[in-house]
């Protein structure tokens, strides 16, 4: 057992050497010899960094990220059902929560001569099980509309309701620092940051309420982005992203977040879900690329190893780490919500999470503090977090859409592969096509190849063989951004 882990770091050491400066580690079990997936194409490396979002993340500073944390921790208990609790102290509870979220986007607004849209997203829920009379419930969200005109948004979100160890108790303080007043001061900050500059696709920075009841607020949202027939290609959900210091715990890692996404979409159908298992696509969702290119945004602007990746600025070594399915165990969180509807949806979260700050009436027992206090929130790095999140909105914005109706031509027994999209219709000039791939024991993408070295507008053919990896084909703009990547499905 032991000679098996010290194998295990011998192995991970290496992969980390070899993923120093901008490349990825690709192949990294191959037995050293020249295969067909190193013959063609290039390593993955970090795609260039754009100056404006660079100076923009860089605005992103902990002091900020503190006080918007502290002022929802001010309310004591922004559990949603206050907002039908008679007689709260002025300043207090969910409503005036609500209201504070809201003056904040206003002021960012304002600040941006009138860039940003500012909206409730109000209505009344039924009783179910966690909520025990009808309850008004808030979202608020700012809205930074997009230059070239459509649908195509991507959104931010965390949520300002908090709770304590008892659901119906709306009156003791329920302060949620790290739950979630970490991840509201990611959407806000990120509005903050972003509100100065114009992109192609719109952002939605939104906060909403009702998680700790059942999703209800994120739900009503993503049903109302769908009936309005917004084109979501991606939602980033912060939650719990304070990076817990409790005094004594040694095996947090302040240096890595983690990103939940969902396999096989929750929509699918059984007959999709058969031919998801038939491809071996379980870890290619919309999601899980949107997953994906958070590592790739982190590699553009992000310090890795000793010294940081060109055009990153000062930012610190900060990464993601994917974890390949939906939610933690017993716990779930808004993204689901817009999984449910179809959605492409992500959920950020710190490494290690302490449990006697979350959902905890504030007591000491035994020399123990319990409580969702400030105090066990660590600045620097939600702060690292929020950067991240805006890095990835900005770049998604930036980028054209992803080539639609993407193919993989399978109609002949051989080791190439000829791959078949359609450019997207509001692709501005100058768009081209990547080709990426990894082996199918690799989670992360490996090598990539400029389309239009292997074939024409739309189709490429590779001298890679389909049966050993999965494909995945992306939009680049002439400086460098990204769309999310989008796997072939077979066409003979």
């Known amino acids: ?92 509870g969910a409503t005036a929560a609500a209201d504070w979220v809201f003056a904040q ?17 109000t209505f009344t829920e039924q009783p179910m099980s966690r909520i025990p009379v009808p309850t008004t419930i808030t979202n608020v969200y700012a809205v930074l509309k997009g230059t070239e005109g459509g649908n195509r948004t991507v959104l931010v979100t965390g949520h300002y309701d908090s709770r304590n160890s008892t659901n119906e108790n709306t009156t003791d303080e329920a302060p949620g620092a790290n739950d979630d007043a970490s991840g509201v001061a990611v959407s806000i900050e990120s509005a903050r940051a972003l509100s ?50 409790t005094p004594g715990d040694t095996l947090q890692d302040k240096h890595a977040v983690r990103i939940f996404s969902e396999g096989i979409p929750a929509t699918a159908t059984p007959d999709q879900v058969k031919t998801v298992e038939l491809l071996g696509y379980e870890s290619d969702s919309p999601s899980r690329e949107l997953a994906r290119a958070v590592t790739d945004v982190d590699a553009t602007y992000f310090g890795h190893g000793a010294s940081p990746v060109a055009g990153s600025g000062s930012l610190p070594y900060f990464h993601p780490v994917l974890e390949l399915r939906r939610d933690r165990f017993l716990r779930g969180g808004d993204h689901t919500s817009f999984n449910g509807e179809g959605f492409t949806a992500i959920r950020f979260t710190e490494w290690r999470e302490d449990f006697n700050h979350q959902h905890q009436n504030l007591r000491v027992e035994n020399g123990v503090q319990f409580g969702d206090l400030i105090q066990y929130v660590d600045m620097d790095y939600a702060a690292n977090v929020a950067r991240l999140n805006a890095a990835t909105l900005a770049t998604l914005a930036a980028a054209p859409a992803p080539p639609a109706d993407p193919k993989i031509v399978t109609s002949n027994l051989d080791n190439n592969t000829t791959l078949r999209w359609t450019p997207a219709a509001s692709a501005p000039a100058g768009t081209h096509y990547q080709v990426l791939w990894r082996e199918l024991s690799s989670s992360e993408w490996q090598h990539h190849a400029e389309a239009a070295k292997f074939g024409s507008a739309g189709t490429a053919t590779l001298p890679v063989s389909k049966d050993n990896v999965i494909f995945g084909i992306r939009s680049v703009d002439t400086a460098g951004h990204a769309s999310l990547a989008v796997v072939p499905y077979p066409v003979r």
């Not at 986007?105 to 997203?121: A, H, N, P, Q």
Request: glycine share 10%; charged share 15%.
């Open 1 to 92: 057992m032991q000679n098996r882990l010290n194998l295990q770091h011998v192995l991970a050491g290496l992969v980390l050497l070899a993923s120093a400066g901008t490349a990825f580690p690709a192949h990294a079990l191959s037995d050293g010899g020249t295969s067909d997936l190193d013959a063609s194409g290039e390593h993955i490396a970090a795609l260039p960094a754009d100056p404006r979002i660079a100076a923009a993340i860089a605005t992103i500073q902990p002091g900020a990220i503190r006080a918007d944390i502290a002022a929802l921790v001010a309310f004591r208990n922004r559990s949603t059902l206050s907002s039908m609790t008679p007689n709260l102290p002025p300043g207090t």
């Open 196 to 245: 100065k500059m114009r992109f192609p696709a719109t952002i939605i920075f939104a906060a909403v309420a009702g998680e700790e009841q059942g999703l209800n607020g994120s739900r009503h949202l993503a049903q109302t982005l769908k009936a309005a027939q917004v084109e979501l290609e991606g939602v980033l959900n912060n939650d719990i992203v304070g990076g817990n210091t």
């Open 105 to 121: 986007y206003s002021t960012i607004s304002r600040e941006c001569g009138g860039c940003l849209e500012v909206k409730r997203d």
